[in-house]
């Protein structure tokens, strides 16, 4: 539980034999000590807390910050700053009232800690120890709540000014080989996926995995004779490309002239220890590859880590509705084009009133990709599967008798007749 002067993060760890699993994280980048000095500035002087000179506001700051801290180990306390006149200003306030003014700010904290234990799977009473860290955790309120939280007191033994140093000093003898009886495994933060047919996003890490990690998928095309393919490498929670965040793009080819489905493109992603993602991807008929590395942490905050995950969860309805539209959008493209195709190859073998009707019925479908009502475009599907399935039928068998009818054998040019 590290509360410090500017921000809050609570990480929930197994530990075993040494080595630290990170199982998850949460927290507010604008939530800290500083913040409960903004709540006694206004309290103190709300007028000069709201604006004025910047020297007054830093010195009712000072001051602020002066009697917050006084007050982790007396009953009162006194504020003394200077007004705009020159005059001293002074102000005496107990811990209690304190404790008021930052209860919703300690319940804030609280709120974070329930959810990384929602991520973590795990109850209250599964946490066998809380360990403070940062300077605003003096705070008696604030190891009250905690404390009540968890129904236990929290591990003050180490001073929790000096947690983060102490860590950092750990940290450093393990990657230098210095220290070989621990190791942090940390965990992602965010899903990692890849954009697939119509805006949709593929998962191929979920957040919450373990780190180093990796994970492989197939896909394929939905493009007739597709020369180059587009990887876009994804972030978030979302379902859906416009709705997460883009890390990288990369593209796979030139691939020979391929029938749509036919190409098997597999995809690889993997995050080394220090959270760095290794996306390659290769075309197995071919042989094609390419590759491309990101940082998938960088430039996010833990607060946008935090909304991230809070739309994802939010939205997941909304975004089973619109997955539930790209999918069919993606039948209607995939298997009128196939239909269409086979209409071509087998000609006047089909009868005109059978292929009249089954443009019809693509020309209807067509018009639905811009509809709504997934439902309405299933049932529409159904009826086309079911009008277009003698012609099927026809084509595999076309196909089966080409493939197990005997060549007709040819003859060799006449030799010539000894004499």
């Not at 760890?13 to 927290?27: E, Y």
Request: aromatic share 6%.
């Amino acid at each position: 539980y590290d509360l410090g002067g500017g921000t809050f993060d609570v990480s929930i760890l197994h530990l075993d034999h040494g080595t630290f699993s990170v199982l998850s994280t949460c927290g507010d980048t604008k939530l800290g000590g500083d913040d409960f000095d903004c709540l006694l500035m206004n309290w103190a002087d709300g007028k000069l807390a709201g604006g004025g000179w910047a020297q007054l506001r830093h010195q009712l700051r000072a001051a602020a910050e002066k009697a917050r801290i006084a007050l982790s180990q007396s009953l009162g306390a006194q504020m003394k700053w200077t007004s705009g006149d020159g005059s001293v200003c002074q102000r005496d306030i107990n811990r209690g009232e304190l404790e008021s003014l930052i209860a919703p700010l300690v319940q804030r904290t609280l709120s974070a800690c329930q959810t990384a234990l929602a991520d973590a799977q795990l109850s209250v009473a599964q946490i066998d120890r809380v360990i403070l860290v940062g300077g605003t955790t003096h705070t008696p309120a604030v190891r009250a709540a905690v404390a009540k939280f968890f129904g236990q007191t929290p591990y003050t033994a180490l001073d929790p000014m000096c947690t983060v140093a102490l860590g950092a000093a750990v940290q450093a003898a393990i990657l230098t080989g210095k220290r070989r009886d621990a190791l942090l495994m940390d965990i992602l933060p965010l899903s990692l996926g890849i954009e697939t047919a119509g805006g949709a996003v593929s998962r191929l890490l979920q957040r919450g995995t373990p780190l180093p990690c990796r994970a492989a998928d197939l896909f394929t095309t939905n493009v007739q004779d597709q020369r180059l393919i587009r990887i876009h490498v994804l972030q978030g929670e979302r379902y859906l490309v416009d709705e997460c965040r883009s890390l990288a793009t990369f593209v796979l080819g030139p691939l020979p002239p391929m029938p749509a489905g036919i190409p098997q493109l597999e995809v690889r992603f993997e995050v080394d220890p220090n959270g760095i993602l290794a996306v390659g991807a290769v075309e197995r008929h071919s042989g094609q590859s390419a590759q491309v590395q990101v940082i998938p942490s960088y430039g996010l905050s833990q607060r946008q880590v935090k909304e991230m995950i809070r739309d994802g969860i939010l939205s997941i309805g909304e975004d089973v509705q619109q997955l539930q539209l790209i999918e069919m959008r993606n039948r209607i493209e995939f298997d009128t084009a196939a239909v269409e195709k086979t209409l071509e190859r087998m000609g006047p073998r089909v009868s005109a009133a059978q292929r009249e009707e089954l443009k019809e019925i693509i020309e209807g479908l067509r018009g639905m990709m811009e509809w709504t009502d997934a439902e309405a475009i299933y049932r529409s599907l159904l009826f086309f599967d079911k009008k277009a399935k003698p012609l099927v039928e026809q084509a595999m068998t076309d196909r089966f008798r080409a493939a197990t009818e005997p060549s007709p054998k040819r003859k060799g040019p006449a030799g010539k007749r000894k004499k």
